[in-house]
């Protein structure tokens, strides 16, 4: 829950002009004495006076008391209204995103039907059947809005569905509720919030011109379409009339975009405050953090501990990962789906989903000027820089991360053009150079090619392409090769390989990957990552031919086909990697891995392993077992759990 102390500022002044726009019209009896209804017609249009601060309108009605009494009606309406529509919508959008199939079909058409109805239609078939009144404003503007949520929260959740941490919690059995509430909800609120704040506004408005029309709320009752209505025809006469209906309308409408902005920018990592963290946990300061001395060295994670907070609880799902990301050296990230590896990228790249916090450690980066920077406590714009210019990424499949409706040329101008000053001319003999080097052949031809007018391994070079166009120091390359066929694949990876060794940009690349084939092909150094820590971490080459931890013995055992590049461990082999990772708040005592590992002693129940370093240095590894572990954590129990 946020407390007083962990109110974000920048919600203080929105809430508080929020907060009075709706209380004052709720205090109506508090202001004035005076009846809203009250007709006293020889005091119509009167001026205002001390008794009556507003004036009296054409009946000779008290018009403090009915613009006061007027917002009462339009804005429980219009919040009433717009928060049955959100919520009919989210429901329809979120089982239709999830479950696909038939709630898919119904969410869709059902939207389709409603938004076939001109609005007015719809609210004139409605008052006819139902009369005028308040009552039947909210049936109408509920029944007006809620496909508009529906499809807002469909394609958001769909998009969100589609993220590495969905499928994680999917494949590790979480129930569908507790994903759909606990994960895509929160990680779709942003844009919710700001389409409840564009409704709740339409509403106001909409609930104003019925009441105008006459299909609203009925006389005498007041409210601020009826004053609007009442003052038109004497606009001339006494403009004061129509100015304060209007202005009340003006200033709430702007009052409740202004605190949804800000609440958007609250709730999305990607917003203002940077990081997303909250103020409950913070994470090291840059001040705190070890020194990057080396020259060579990019990035450094140190001690990166990622928390989801949701329903009072916190869970790790990353813990005590740290890593050094040097020039000219690839680091490949490996482990099953939902071991963390995508969300250590995606916390360099100041990307967290909203449901992810970081909670501790550091993400320090050498920018191109040589300023060393932690990426957790930049500002929005600082970030903005940073990606694509010090750090960019490529995905796992570069039809979704091209726009289909634009031209590759136009897309890589607009990359471009977006951190370097450069006319747009010069722009695209960039970005013909750089499809060149990412071997794209007649590059001048076919950079104004649309991008499903290319084939896969086109696209991921064009993705290359763009991602390099500023010269970052960091590519992070998040499965680049598993949507492209097998001769395709081992192209892309010679393309990485040729780009990380071209000594003159510096280039460190962070390979994340499943699949150790390929990782045994480009990676200088292995992170094995398992259950949000890495569990093992050395020279690609010693890594792979002798594994240390069970769990990276695991995973070369049940690869489909042997690779040149990968020799299991002689001992206690697995066949394949027997269960699953245990959920991030689900973990048991001791070892994570123990449930599945084969050689798991009583003493894995009880001690949790840190990362041992071996005697050289050069690697390390998170088991009781393993040559590097100090001698004296299992002396007193060796024999098999
Ligand atoms: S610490 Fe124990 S349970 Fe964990 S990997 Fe090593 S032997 Fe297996």
């Known amino acids: 829950m946020m407390s007083a102390r962990n109110f974000p500022k920048r919600m203080f002044l929105p809430s508080v002009l929020l907060a009075a726009l709706i209380i004052i019209p709720f205090s109506a009896p508090l202001i004035t004495a005076e009846d809203p209804i009250k007709i006293a017609v020889r005091y119509r249009l009167a001026a205002p006076d001390l008794q009556h601060w507003l004036g009296r309108d054409e009946f000779g009605r008290d018009r403090l008391a009915r613009v006061l009494h007027g917002g009462q009606v339009s804005l429980t309406v219009a919040f009433v209204a717009t928060t049955i529509a959100c919520i009919i919508g989210t429901f329809f959008g979120l089982i239709g995103a999830y479950f696909r199939g038939p709630s898919e079909f119904i969410t869709s058409r059902l939207s389709d039907i409603v938004l076939c109805f001109p609005p007015i239609l719809l609210a004139l078939l409605v008052v006819t059947l139902f009369g005028p009144g308040a009552g039947t404003l909210v049936a109408v503007l509920s029944v007006l809005y809620f496909p508009t949520f529906a499809r807002i929260t469909f394609s958001e959740a769909l998009r969100v569905t589609s993220l590495d941490f969905v499928e994680a919690s999917r494949a ?66 006494d403009p004061l009339g129509i100015m304060i209906p209007c202005a009340a309308l003006v200033l709430t409408i702007y009052a409740i975009n202004f605190f949804c902005d800000r609440l958007r920018d609250t709730l999305d990592p990607k917003g203002a405050s940077g990081s997303g963290m909250d103020e409950v946990s913070k994470p090291l300061a840059l001040a705190d953090a070890p020194a990057i001395k080396d020259p060579d060295v990019v990035a450094v994670i140190n001690k990166l501990r990622l928390e989801t907070a949701r329903f009072g609880t916190s869970a790790a799902v990353i813990e005590d990962v740290s890593l050094t990301l040097r020039a000219n050296q690839c680091t490949a990230l490996v482990g099953e789906s939902g071991s963390g590896k995508s969300l250590s990228s995606l916390a360099l790249m100041g990307l967290l989903p909203g449901a992810i916090r970081q909670a501790s450690g550091t993400l320090q980066l050498r920018r191109k000027t040589g300023e060393v920077v932690d990426l957790g406590f930049l500002d929005a714009r600082t970030l903005e820089d940073i990606r694509g210019n010090d750090i960019a990424m490529i995905f796992q499949e570069p039809m979704t991360s091209l726009n289909p409706i634009h031209k590759i040329s136009d897309q890589m101008i607009e990359a471009i053009q977006a951190h370097r000053p450069m006319s747009k001319s010069d722009a695209r003999a960039h970005a013909v150079q750089l499809l060149k080097r990412v071997g794209m052949n007649d590059a001048e031809q076919r950079i104004d090619s649309y991008p499903d007018q290319m084939s896969g391994g086109m696209r991921q070079r064009v993705m290359i392409g763009m991602a390099l166009s500023c010269e970052p120091r960091l590519l992070i390359a998040d499965e680049p090769t598993t949507a492209l066929d097998v001769t395709i694949q081992a192209e892309i990876i010679q393309l990485l390989q040729t780009l990380r060794q071209d000594q003159g940009t510096g280039l460190s690349l962070l390979f994340i990957s499943h699949n150790l084939g390929v990782v045994a092909d480009i990676a200088d150094r292995v992170a094995v990552m398992y259950s949000g820590q890495i569990v093992e971490e050395g020279p690609a080459d010693q890594i792979l031919r002798d594994p240390h931890h069970p769990y990276t013995r695991a995973l070369i055992e049940s690869m489909p086909s042997s690779h040149e590049g990968l020799h299991s461990a002689g001992g206690d082999r697995l066949p394949a990697i027997s269960g699953t990772p245990p959920l991030p708040s689900a973990r048991p005592s001791g070892c994570t891995f123990r449930d599945r590992c084969p050689i798991a002693v009583h003493a894995c129940a009880e001690i949790r392993p840190a990362l041992y370093p071996s005697a050289d240095g050069g690697r390390a590894v998170r088991c009781l077992r393993a040559p590097e572990a100090p001698a004296g954590l299992m002396n007193h129990q060796t024999e098999a759990a």
């Open 172 to 237: 590790l059995g979480t129930p569908s509720r507790r994903i759909v509430l606990g994960t895509i909800l929160p990680n779709i609120a942003g844009p919710l919030s700001v389409q409840y704040s564009l409704t709740a506004a339409a509403a106001i408005t909409i609930e104003s011109g019925l009441s105008f029309l006459g299909l609203g709320v009925v006389p005498p009752a007041p409210s601020w379409g009826q004053m609007i209505r009442g003052a038109r025809q004497f606009m001339n006469q």
